[in-house]
């Protein structure tokens, strides 16, 4: 029996409503003001929260979590399966950790308005506010901050008091930086708790993605057309289009890695194990209920049809 037939039988057993999505890695999604490129003279409460994250837990890091900065998000689009910022970034937000949003340009006021209204991006919303404008009844906190805390009670609404100098230089007093750092990881803690294992549903986007991760994972290496044809076996309906968007997602936040060979693009897993805790169908034989043997065996009949997709593994994964 070749690897994929051993992969389809494999994906056929699972019951897949009874199994569970799980994070691999712990990823949050900053967005907010622009950043200057000058250390000395920050732009944005992002920029020198970011700076204050990097001193104090390192660079590309908040709280335990990786950085993926919405700059990323906007490089990636143009070679991307997206057609606009706002579809890309629901994407992204659905198989973060938490989303961290600090409302201080219009950009971020015309995300809050977006964010509220996705379910899987509100769920793992932080929204970080000035202090002086939080409790004071405007279009935002009367609108999008009402209706985010009124269709998700534990909404994390933060306020914090920073300056702006009539250059645009953002600066903030010492207490105001030391209580971020405790209240923005503690909030993405909250938030995370929920979301850290779900049972599999399909018509959640960040479920689809993560299934798509697994099916590379199982794979180690996957064509496109690899990954379109676990969906089916799956019994999981999804268009070429939407396939195209969670791999270009993962990719994005750094999960999959794509790799050219020839005339073909092969997707590397990046995690350390399946986010995928499986569940088996009723009549699956004792046996073959071992997931991590089962696992096994794919993968040493991979490595004897097709090495090189091991060899990609090994060399590209990250793991």
Same mark, same amino acid.
Not at 51 to 66: H, W
Not at 70 to 89: C, G, H, P, V, Y
Not at 101 to 117: D, N
């Given at each position: ?12 057993n #699972? ?38 994250? =990097? ?8 709280g ?5 900065? =919405? ?6 689009l ?8 706002? $579809? ?14 600090? !409302? %201080?340009?219009?950009g ?5 308005? =977006?964010?509220?209204? +996705?379910?899987?991006?509100? %769920?793992?919303?932080? !929204?970080?506010?000035?202090s ?8 935002? +906190? ?21 300056n702006? $100098? ?26 995370h708790? !929920? ?7 399909? *018509? ?21 057309? $690899? ?10 309906? #999804? ?8 791999? $270009? ?11 050219? *060979?020839?005339k ?9 194990r ?9 009549? +699956?034989?004792n ?8 696992? =096994? ?8 049809? %097709? ?13």
């Amino acid at each position: 029996m070749g690897f994929f037939e051993l992969v389809s039988e494999f994906l056929r057993n #699972i019951d897949f409503e009874k199994s569970e999505i799980m994070q691999p890695q712990k990823l949050v999604f900053v967005c907010g003001g622009k950043a200057s490129n000058k250390a000395d003279e920050p732009w944005s409460m992002r920029e020198l929260l970011l700076q204050k994250a =990097a001193q104090t837990v390192g660079s590309g890091k908040l709280g335990d979590a990786t950085i993926l900065l =919405a700059e990323e998000a906007i490089k990636a689009l143009e070679k991307s399966s997206f057609s606009n910022l706002l $579809d890309l970034e629901e994407y992204i937000a659905a198989i973060v950790h938490a989303v961290l949003l600090i !409302v %201080e340009s219009p950009g971020s006021m015309c995300e809050l308005g =977006a964010f509220v209204k +996705t379910q899987e991006i509100r %769920e793992k919303l932080i !929204v970080i506010m000035p202090s002086d404008y939080k409790n004071v009844p405007s279009f935002i +906190t009367s609108g999008a901050v009402k209706f985010l805390e009124e269709n998700y009670p534990p909404a994390q609404v933060l306020g914090f008091h920073w300056n702006v $100098d009539k250059n645009g230089v953002i600066s903030a007093p010492d207490y105001t930086l030391d209580e971020m750092d405790i209240a923005i990881p503690e909030a993405m803690r909250q938030v995370h708790k !929920v979301h850290e294992k779900e049972s599999f549903r399909k *018509n959640k986007i960040g479920h689809l993605i993560y299934l798509c991760l697994a099916f590379c994972h199982l794979l180690r290496s996957a064509k496109l057309a $690899d990954i379109k044809e676990c969906f089916s076996v799956s019994g999981i309906v #999804i268009d070429e289009t939407a396939v195209k968007r969670c791999i $270009d997602t993962l990719v994005i936040c750094k999960l999959l890695k794509a790799v050219e *060979n020839g005339k073909l693009t092969y997707y590397v897993s990046r995690v350390g194990r399946m986010p995928l805790e499986i569940r088996w169908r009723s009549g +699956t034989p004792n046996p073959d209920r071992n997931t991590l043997r089962r696992i =096994a065996r794919i993968a040493a009949e991979i490595e004897r049809e %097709e090495k090189f997709r091991i060899e990609m593994f090994r060399g590209h994964g990250n793991v």
